[in-house]
């Protein structure tokens, strides 16, 4: 008898099984977000098994991917892929893990072929290669004339939010999507962006503020109005005047005793806000409570007090008006403030909101979004997120590609003539690669209920033309020209999703063995 190697519970699997295991959960999740791709994907409900069962309407691939509890390993492969393409360049997510299950697609057909994954691994890779030169020199870059580039990123805009749910006003969306990325001037950084979601109204309702909304109201009997503002912000506790009963054991021989502890305390908080005072501000925003008597000291001093701001509000607050997040205030020089031209109240729908504006990052802004449930704004904002990535990182990368599926099919095109050309073995691989680049239009056509195989064929020909711009046009149902249409795409979400999803399927196909540990026991603790 053989003695065993691994422990009871653990499970292994060899060869032919592990590999079809691996293809087959790669493919399954494929599946899965293929049919939110293109402009006429549909949307997916996750409702979550937690407390409250919460409901997440959503058409964002690595949004549904995150929410998924997933067992097979190679399925957690793409899962990741697109987690980051979603944090590199915002959009694309579906596209890579498509791509990256096409591609396991027919490395399954080779391998059943009798043709060694290294094999295949090495004209997979030789295919990626040329077909990245090929974007390459097609992408166009129009960053001198800025009218142009402009109209550019407004495209790019287009593109990514038509497969969203704001495709009905998406040139709306995209003016606000872009005019925001270029007031960043270059920059990365989405924090200076803030976007905001109050329900009611309509989508069209939502509108670019420039400078700062915080989502609190301006306290009773003070100034709603304040011009060259000083701020403050800061992280303290401003609720220690009175004594708290719970936790704190004082014993004293009379109540006389207890008024003068309150006394002492009601001092120690009056020296706290004179000191605060004592920088010289007119603005005071705190993350932590601020009880009636501070409040109150606040208002005698002509001092806007904001208790409560959220954390994400105060730091992205410090950040725009350009101050630090102060907790002890001994040292007054030492505190760099924050500073704007006006903090004034604003109502949206029924909410009042403080507005500061004219502050010191030019660079800030605010979208507010509108719309009919939580659910609608919750993937709004998914949606203008994914279309600010892209825009910044087009901004600095400024090449752009056509869309529509045109880039997957002048890539196609220029695998297969390596294909040709390359003796042996790898030219199947490398012809399976053409052929799962070619199933992104295909799917594309497919979701919007048009005849593929016809279509893609007719692509194939329009594009044995010399420079062709040819790619699906889902709105007509045919051919389209691109140029025409104003679909672009931005060259580095589509070099990115070539890249990983080849890297991504080149690792699950590495892969002969899976092996699974046992779990742990629970011991009965009664």
């Known amino acids: 008898m053989v003695d065993r190697l691994l422990k009871d519970d653990a499970t ?18 494929s599946d899965l977000v293929k049919t939110t791709l293109g402009p006429k994907g549909m949307d997916k409900i996750l409702q979550s098994t937690g407390r409250g069962r919460s409901v997440t309407v959503t058409n964002d691939g690595a949004t549904i991917l995150k929410s998924l509890h997933i067992d097979n390993p190679a399925a957690k492969v793409l899962v990741d892929i697109s987690k980051v393409q979603d944090d590199e360049v915002g959009d694309g997510t579906t596209s890579v893990v498509v791509l990256a299950g096409e591609l396991l697609r027919e490395a399954e057909k080779l391998v ?17 290669e040329c077909a990245r030169d090929a974007l ?5 870059d129009n960053k001198e004339d800025s009218d142009k580039f402009r109209s550019d990123l407004m495209n790019i805009a287009m593109t990514t939010l038509s497969s969203k749910i704001l495709s009905q006003d998406k040139e709306y969306f995209a003016g606000l999507a872009v005019d925001a990325v270029l007031r960043l001037k270059g920059s990365t950084n989405l924090e200076a962006i803030q976007i905001l979601k109050k329900t009611g109204g309509s989508l069209k309702d939502s509108f670019l503020d420039e400078g700062f909304i915080l989502d609190k109201k301006i306290g009773l009997g003070q100034p709603k109005r304040i011009e060259n503002a000083k701020i403050l912000v800061a992280n303290t506790a401003m609720d220690t005047d009175k004594v708290k009963i719970y936790g704190a054991r004082v014993r004293v021989d009379s109540m006389a005793k207890v008024a003068e502890i309150e006394a002492a305390e009601k ?9 605060i005072i004592g920088h010289g501000i007119n603005c005071f925003v705190n993350r932590q409570l601020i009880y009636n008597f501070p409040e109150e000291l606040f208002a005698d001093a002509g001092i806007l007090a904001i208790e409560h701001a959220d954390f994400e509000g105060i730091e992205r607050l410090a950040l725009v008006t350009g101050g630090d997040i102060a907790s002890t205030f001994d040292n007054p020089e030492s505190v760099k403030l924050g500073h704007c031209k006006v903090i004034e109240e604003i109502m949206i729908g029924e909410d009042r909101l403080i507005h500061f504006s004219g502050v010191e990052m030019g660079q800030a802004c605010t979208i507010v979004l509108r719309g009919a449930s939580e659910h609608v704004l919750d993937e709004a904002e998914r949606s203008l997120h994914d279309a600010l990535c892209v825009l910044s990182q087009t901004v600095n990368d400024t090449r752009v590609l056509y869309g529509g599926g045109w880039p997957e099919m002048v890539m196609a095109k220029e695998v297969d003539g390596l294909a040709r050309k390359t003796p042996g073995k790898k030219s199947h691989a490398i012809e399976a690669f053409s052929r799962a680049l070619q199933s992104i239009p295909t799917i594309i056509a497919d979701n919007a209920g048009l005849d593929s195989a016809d279509l893609i064929s ?13 790619g699906i046009d889902v709105i007509s149902g045919g051919v389209g020209d691109m140029e025409k249409l104003g679909i672009s795409e931005s060259f580095k979400a589509k070099q990115a999703v070539l890249m990983s999803a080849t890297e991504a399927a080149e690792m699950i196909l ?17």
């Open 510 to 526: 590495r892969v002969d063995e899976i092996v699974t540990c046992a779990p742990r026991r629970r011991e009965d603790r009664m």
């Open 136 to 140: 390459l020199q097609r992408a166009m």
């Open 458 to 470: 007719q692509l194939r020909a329009e594009h044995h033309k010399e420079q062709s711009t040819a």
């Open 12 to 29: 292994e699997e060899k060869g032919e099984r592990a590999r079809m295991a691996s293809f087959v959960g790669g493919m399954a999740i």
């Open 112 to 128: 059943n072929m009798k043709i060694h994954p290294m094999t295949i691994i090495a004209g997979f890779r030789m295919a990626a």
């Open 267 to 275: 001092q120690k908080m009056r020296e706290k806000v004179q000191k």
